[in-house]
């Protein structure tokens, strides 16, 4: 796909948006349906290409189970998928070669690897200790205790936690350090409890036994991390009234805390029968200060968006930003920079960013300096979030381009097509 150039020059939204199912429900439920031969029904699958590069390759390894020959996995660029089927292939038989793109190579997976080791499994690195591409024998395994560092990824405990019915020992995890997005593990347990897997969680230890999967169905959420853009532009607009259908107060998603994030930063959110009414009230802090310790997918778009209101921000809690899709600490300082943005990092897990003088005239509106109107094309390093969390800048630089859109496909593939309707005008550049 080629660039795109957006604009919204009454920097009016309105409108309603059916958001994606959420990959994060959609890629736990898709590994508990193979796990349970098939008991677990799957209603509202997410479409996003992560969900459907899990799907085909969880076919590929249902037809290619007890091969004599290793089945190369190609995981690409989706750390997800990549962690899950770590853990999920350590316990199917067969042998089995696990990659990705260059970038995933680059993102560690020791801590997931090492533990299945020591629970039994035979996982070897083909190349850097402690990161993909990975040879894995898949074997019974028994289970037991290990001790893990929670502070890294919670998808390697995700992982861990989604095989552990199966295992005759059960599985119990003593979790050490500061607990990375907690949220995530709590979504993985309450999902096992819908579809009737028991778990204790306490004092940093889980534990869950050997059970058996029995018939449900499962219908996901909206995502509530796609919801995250909505708010930037509310919150960057002149006027917003924007219904979010199927969005609800009560979910399993750790992200619905956006309504209390941007409550500060002066959108509204009405919970209706059919889903959220985003409002801008325009009552924004004066500053600004959020610890993303739990909820990292969040930090792009509420990082913008606090630029685009030109709030005196502080931002903790964002080591792991590091190893997601792109490094995305130095790549939204790199990008923001382009639209005359400064932001300052304290050490590695602290972003400053300072109001800009005579940004705001009295009357609370924005003089843009030319250096903001129109600013260089936006790269995305490959990263979904990085696109969607830029393209709302086009409320406040006139127009933005972003380059290589196509990657919203990762997690929100009908992006494009939204803003569209909710009144942006959206240019393809020819290359």
Known sequence: MNPVTIRNNEKIIKGEIGLPASKSISNRALILQYLSGNKLRIHNLSEAEDTELMAALLRSIKENRDASTA?????????????FLTALLAVTPGKW???GSERMKERPVGILADSLNRLGAAIQYENKSGYPPLSIEGKKISGGDIEIDGSVSSQFITGLLLISPTLKKG?????????SSLPYIQMTLQ??????????????VIRIAFQDFEAHELTVEPDWTAASYWYEMAALSREAEILLKGLQDESIQGDSILTDISK?????????????RLIKSGNCVKDFVYDFSHYPDLAPAVITTCAGLNV??????????RIKETDRISAIQKELKKAGFQI?????????????????????????????????PFKTYSDHRMAMALAPLSLICGSVQIENP????????????????????LTFEEM
């Open 264 to 276: 500060q930063l002066g959108v509204m959110t009405i919970f209706e029968p059919e889903g959220i």
């Open 312 to 321: 005196n921000s502080r931002f903790t809690g964002i080591e792991n930003l």
């Open 171 to 179: 599985l119990t995890i003593k979790l050490h350090n500061k607990i």
């Open 406 to 425: 196509e990657v919203v496909a990762k997690s929100y593939p009908c992006f494009w097509k939204d803003l569209n309707k909710a009144g942006f005008e």
């Open 97 to 99: 070669l696990i990659t």
């Open 71 to 83: 089945k190369v996995l190609d995981c690409r660029n989706s750390g997800t998928v990549f962690r």
């Open 191 to 204: 999902l096992l409890n819908r579809i009737g897997i028991q778990s204790t969680f306490k004092d940093n």
């Open 344 to 376: 300052e990092l304290t050490g590695n897990s602290e972003l400053r960013m300072h109001p800009i003088h005579g940004l705001l005239n009295k009357d609370g509106e924005f003089n843009i300096p030319e250096l903001m109107q129109n600013p260089a």
